[in-house]
């Protein structure tokens, strides 16, 4: 590989120049990758060890999706100086299927979801049409709001533990906050990128110091393990693959403004079709593997987007240091171990914010487009029936138990197909 700068895609520059960028990356989007994995293994009530396999999964996927995408193998991967994740956007739908069935039905339905994305990968052109901003705007939007509870009941120190709601973890929670929101605000640079890591690393502290972070688990945890594949199974439940395949179609859109943003913004050039096709088939191959290795749903990370478009570094080099950064990471259990003895406040303090974001990104996608009484009744009745049947899920207690799941435990999917719906039935001049 021949020398180059960092500002060129490919080639190889100095050690010394890309390392620094790269683990920039990391910093920006690891707390976020493996939060989706904490908290889940939360809800499904995963021994420890368990856990600490589902955050190495999360670490492994991450880097090798990112690696999918950076050097492409055959018609799989952009070839774009993007950076891939374990996403948000799946956890409210994950934790349905999780207090409903098992990890196993996550993974199934992960598995069918990514051949959804292949499929949408192959005829995105046609796709589109049914996803402008407002539609995935206003899915965004709803995925944002209803994460809320669960970063809530994080900050009272999760639904179940005996502090539940105590002053200490009130005080954990709100000073993490306070620290992610300042550095948000005020912080440059690295503090900036790393404001949600630097909260939670003094959340951390302070726990110590309270003496409530048990380190019984990494204790036991070994040094090296690498996948283990299909460690918690494959199961298919046509309800849960429905809900799941829903979302893999939106996120396949959405990927396609993260791509257009990292050209555009780094590279002052929209990116081609045959980019836009072969990331996202490569995103939905990617995730295939990520639910036969034990890693959940990936997505683009758009704080590493907007990371390449205001650095303008787009060597694919330096952003696959981040890549073997995190692919180390995942196969050390004690990092992963580690990373699970972080108190539920804590999380929840750091996370709360991340979840607000998501939900302005929605709004910001919404208002983008003209809010006429026709695109506010989309947006309004899709979060409405959305968020109104999922808190009130009992609602739908005298229908099959498929029908519950699909359409009673996430917003995520009745906003999705109400949106969709009302676009396409709805006249456009109102």
């Known amino acids: 590989m021949n020398q180059a700068s960092i500002f060129e ?21 690891i707390v976020g990758c493996v939060t989706p994995a904490l908290i889940l293994s939360r809800v499904a009530g995963l021994s420890s060890q368990d856990s600490i396999i589902l955050v190495q999964g999360a670490l492994v996927i991450a880097a090798l999706a990112t690696f999918l995408q950076l050097f492409p193998i055959g018609p799989f991967g952009s070839g774009l100086p993007v950076i891939l994740g374990v ?4 956890l409210p739908t994950m934790q349905a299927i999780a207090g409903g069935y098992d990890l196993a039905t996550i993974f199934g339905s992960q598995l069918v979801g990514g051949l959804v994305a292949v499929l949408v990968g192959l005829n995105v052109k046609r796709l589109r049409v049914l996803f402008p901003p407002l539609i995935t705007g206003t899915v965004v939007f709803t995925i944002g709001l209803s994460l809320y509870p669960t970063a809530i009941n994080y900050m009272a120190g ?15 929670a709100f000073l993490t906050l306070a620290i992610v929101t300042v550095l ?6 690295i503090f900036k990128l790393a404001s949600i890591l630097i909260g939670i690393a003094v959340g ?28 918690f199974g494959l199961r298919f ?3 849960a693959c429905f809900s799941l395949g829903i979302l893999f179609a939106i996120n396949s859109i959405q990927a396609i403004g993260d791509f257009t943003a990292t050209t555009v913004g780094s590279m002052d050039r929209e990116p081609t079709n045959k980019e836009l096709k072969r990331g996202i088939v490569g995103y939905g191959l ?19 987007v907007g990371i390449v478009s205001t650095t303008k570094v787009i060597n694919r080099y330096t952003l696959s240091l981040s890549a073997l950064i995190l692919l180390i990471a995942g196969l050390v259990p004690k990092f992963s171990a580690l990373l699970t003895t972080i108190p539920q406040s804590v999380l929840g303090g750091a996370t709360i914010s991340v979840f607000a974001s998501i939900a302005m990104t929605g709004m910001k996608l919404v208002v983008s487009e003209e809010m006429n009484y026709r695109n506010t009744s989309i947006v309004g009745l899709s979060a409405a029936l959305g968020i109104g049947i999922a808190d009130s899920s009992a609602a739908l207690s005298t229908f099959p138990a498929w029908f519950q799941t699909i359409f009673g435990q996430s917003p995520v999917v009745i906003a999705t197909i109400v949106a969709v719906a009302l676009h396409v039935m709805l006249p456009k001049r109102n």
């Open 9 to 29: 895609l490919s080639g190889r520059p100095p050690l010394s120049k890309a390392l620094p960028l790269a683990v920039q990356h990391v910093v920006a989007m």
């Open 87 to 90: 996403s948000f956007a799946y």
């Open 158 to 172: 999760g639904v179940g533990s005996p502090s539940y709601g105590s002053a200490q973890n009130w005080l954990l």
């Open 184 to 189: 948000n605000h005020m912080g440059k640079g």
């Open 204 to 231: 951390y502290i302070l726990s110590l110091l309270l003496g409530i972070v048990d380190f019984t688990a990494v204790s036991s945890a070994s040094l090296f393990q690498a996948p283990r594949l299909m460690h």
């Open 237 to 239: 439940e046509v309800a």
């Open 286 to 304: 990617s995730n295939v593997l990520g639910s036969l290795l034990g890693g959940l749903p990936t997505a683009t990370y758009s704080q590493n």
